[in-house]
């Protein structure tokens, strides 16, 4: 995929891919789940794209930019799994995506 290709899809696809429901529960009960949900998350919301920039704020494309170019505040932050869990929100809510818990 090449950045001008991101799009809603590529979001829903990894929603569907790690579970749904992992938009709704504790986030300290399913950490191991939510990272990997959020490692993924991170890496397509920093890359660069028409979509990316129409959809998401620009405090969020560079809280993504900055954790995977590992600044020190950002590694912190996103080591707590309710901040991870906060973030994953964000995207979903900016993307318009409500999780059902069934």
Not at 22 to 47: S, W
Not at 61 to 89: C, K, N, T, W, Y
């Amino acid at each position: 995929m090449t950045a001008s290709e991101v799009s809603k899809q590529d979001y829903l696809n990894l929603l569907e891919k790690h579970g749904k429901e992992l938009i709704v529960v504790d986030p300290v009960a399913k950490a191991a789940e939510i990272q990997a949900l959020f490692l993924e998350v991170v890496k397509l919301v920093a890359t660069p794209s028409p979509f990316n920039k129409q959809t998401f704020s620009k405090l969020l494309i560079h809280a993504a930019g900055q954790f995977l170019a590992s600044d020190p505040q950002a590694v912190e932050l996103f080591s707590q799994p309710i901040q991870r869990r906060v973030f994953l929100d964000e995207v979903y809510e900016e993307l318009g995506v409500m999780a059902s818990p069934n």
